[in-house]
């Protein structure tokens, strides 16, 4: 109970001190820095060097102690240094699907100074280090398990260096936004018949009715026939009144229905998910139905992402902000 409270505590202090922001620089507010290990050794040494010193009045081991606590002081102020003015920026994140590792690109610049084992993670995952020039920048991407559907969002990065003698740790606690869409994970099936294919009938064959797209011919005239359709010529060489007829060609359009799937949710949102690539793959038109969403038949990429969207995000927050946690 004490550590919740504690780490609850934290957080909105951090929330407070470092606030989210797609782009973030480093300053003196953003940077704690604390002794490593090696650095409390160090520390417990020089007393040990100092206490010797003392009780044998030697210049020696005088000299040498506070050649070394000037070394250690150097190595507060480099570590210091090493991350102060660095700026870190979000990049785009593509969406993965559930079950995937979901990559989150970010970039490191050095505004006028070098930065070297810049380290950067999501304690107690491995660190991707990198070093960055004094005038240039530096990308790398960091990965995270997605695990369920929805937006993903990154918990605070991590930041450190321990340049340049590792006896001392700067770090910082950074939330860049960070945010991934995740598709279902696809759950192999076999796709639905097309609705009014008879047995006689395949899939995809074309069935007329009335339109406006290809002229079929003129037929005798009707009550209620639009005038705008008349053949005035046939008309004024006596052959009656005459309209002209046309016809427009309609596939069966394949829908894919939630309610019509067995089965939990999260199987359906997968199965629908795998027919979606799967059409998308035969460049097949589709249409999607869902519980109060509707994807009228198209075909193509734009189609695609906006299915495995409105499939993503079913049931959850519409935006990451809603995702937070």
């Known amino acids: 109970m004490a550590a919740r409270l504690f780490a609850a505590r934290w957080s909105r202090w951090l ?106 993670g999501w304690p107690p995952a491995p660190f991707e280090r990198v070093d960055v020039e004094a005038d240039g920048s530096a990308e790398l991407e960091l990965f995270l398990a997605a695990k369920r559907r929805g937006w993903l969002r990154a918990p605070r990065l991590r930041v450190e260096s321990r340049f340049p003698l590792g006896l001392l740790v700067a770090w910082s606690w950074v939330d860049l936004d960070l945010a991934v869409l995740v598709y279902p994970r696809p759950l192999d099936g076999a796709l639905p018949p097309a609705p009014g294919i008879g047995e006689d009938e395949e899939p995809g064959v074309a069935a007329q009715r009335s339109g406006v797209d290809d002229f079929q011919g003129l037929r005798a005239y009707q009550s209620g026939d639009s005038r705008r359709r008349l053949h005035w010529k046939a008309w004024s060489r006596g052959q009656g009144l005459l309209v002209k007829d046309f016809a427009e060609l309609h596939g069966h359009d394949l829908w894919l229905d939630f309610d019509s799937l067995g089965g939990d949710r999260e199987a359906r949102l997968s199965l629908l998910c795998h027919w979606v690539l799967q059409l998308t793959g035969r460049n097949q038109p589709f249409a999607l139905r869902l519980p109060g969403v509707i994807r009228p038949p198209a075909s193509g990429a734009t189609q695609r992402e906006a299915c495995l969207r409105e499939l993503a995000l079913f049931g959850e927050p519409a935006s990451p902000a809603g995702a937070r946690p």
Do not use: C, W
């Open 15 to 120: 929330e407070k001190r470092i606030p989210p922001a797609r782009q973030v620089l480093l300053n003196q507010r953003r940077i704690f820095i604390l002794p490593t290990p090696q650095g409390l050794l160090f520390g417990v040494a020089l007393l040990l060097m100092l206490l010797a010193a003392i009780n044998y009045q030697n210049s020696l081991a005088y000299g040498l102690t506070f050649l070394l606590l000037s070394v250690g002081l150097v190595a507060i102020l480099h570590t210091y240094r090493n991350l102060a003015g660095l700026q870190l920026a979000a990049g785009e994140a593509s969406p993965v699907f559930a079950g995937e590792q979901a990559g989150f690109r970010l970039r490191l610049q050095g505004n006028g100074r070098a930065r070297h084992d810049i380290a950067l």
